[in-house]
T-cell receptor
Framework: KQEVTQIPAALSVPEGENLVLNCSFT??????LQWFRQDPGKGLTSLLL?????REQTSGRLNASLDKSSGRSTLYIAASQPGDSATYLC???????????FGKGTKLSVKP | DTAVSQTPKYLVTQMGNDKSIKCEQN?????MYWYKQDSKKFLKIMFS???????INETVPNRFSPKSPDKAHLNLHINSLELGDSAVYFC????????????FGSGTRLTVV
C-alpha cells in the first residue's frame, strides 16, 4: 500500500530564505507526482506535476525534483515571501492504487 | 469559468438529515473523484468515476452514495448525517484516470450539528 510522508510537518522561515520541502513515497511504481498548495479554508491549487519519466519541473520560484527509484521528491522555493505561507501537499498517482495518494502536508510560515 | 465547481461551499445541517453536494467540471476530463479532508487536514479518496462508471469505492459507509449523470458531473448524496461526517469534501477531476494530473474544486465544508 502506497504511503506518502512529508517532512517537516511545519516550517517557519524569515522572508527571503531559500527552502526545501521533502516528500517520500513507499511504492516507486508511480505515474506522476503532484505538488499542491492549500491556503487556510481554501481548495487545492496545483503547483507542479512531474511525470515519472521526468527529473524536475520548474515554475517561477518553484522547482520540484523527482527521484523515482529512491521514492523521493523535493520542492525548492527560492527567495521566500510572506505570500508563500500555506500548507504544501505532495501527492503521487499510480503504483498499487489507481488514485492520488496524499501526504499530510508541510505547513509553511514565512515571516516578514 | 471555474474548472471544477462545487456547490454549496458551506453546508450546516442537523444530525439525521439527508444532503447532497454537487460537482461539475468543464475541463473535458473523463475521471472525477470525491475526497474527504478530515479535521487533521488529511485528504483521502472516497469515490472515483470514469465516464460515469464507478471505479473506486473506498471503505465508506453506505450512507454515502455518489451519482454521475454524465462525465462532467459527480454528485455526492449523504443519508442520515452523523456528527463524524463533519469535514471538507473536495471534488476533483483528471484526464486519463490521473495520468494528466488532478484539478480540485474549492471544497464544501460540511458541519453536522
Amino acid at each position: 500500500k502506497q504511503e506518502v510522508t512529508q517532512i517537516p510537518a511545519a516550517l517557519s522561515v524569515p522572508e527571503g530564505e531559500n527552502l526545501v520541502l521533502n516528500c517520500s513515497f513507499t511504492d516507486s511504481a508511480i505515474y506522476n507526482l503532484q505538488w499542491f498548495r492549500q491556503d487556510p479554508g481554501k481548495g487545492l491549487t496545483s503547483l507542479l506535476l512531474i511525470q515519472s519519466s521526468q527529473r524536475e519541473q520548474t515554475s517561477g520560484r518553484l522547482n520540484a525534483s523527482l527521484d523515482k527509484s529512491s521514492g523521493r521528491s523535493t520542492l525548492y522555493i527560492a527567495a521566500s515571501q510572506p505570500g508563500d505561507s500555506a500548507t504544501y501537499l505532495c501527492a503521487v498517482y499510480g503504483g498499487s492504487q489507481g488514485n492520488l495518494i496524499f501526504g499530510k502536508g508541510t505547513k509553511l510560515s514565512v515571516k516578514p | 469559468d471555474t474548472a471544477v465547481s462545487q456547490t454549496p461551499k458551506y453546508l450546516v445541517t442537523q444530525m439525521g438529515n439527508d444532503k447532497s453536494i454537487k460537482c461539475e467540471q468543464n475541463l473535458g476530463h473523463d475521471t472525477m473523484y470525491w475526497y474527504k479532508q478530515d479535521s487533521k487536514k488529511f485528504l483521502k479518496i472516497m469515490f472515483s468515476y470514469n465516464n460515469k462508471e464507478l471505479i473506486i469505492n473506498e471503505t465508506v459507509p453506505n450512507r454515502f452514495s455518489p451519482k454521475s449523470p454524465d462525465k462532467a458531473h459527480l454528485n455526492l448524496h449523504i443519508n442520515s448525517l452523523e456528527l463524524g461526517d463533519s469535514a471538507v469534501y473536495f471534488c476533483a477531476s483528471s484526464p486519463n484516470r490521473g495520468a494528466g494530473g488532478y484539478t480540485f474544486g474549492s471544497g464544501t465544508r460540511l458541519t453536522v450539528v
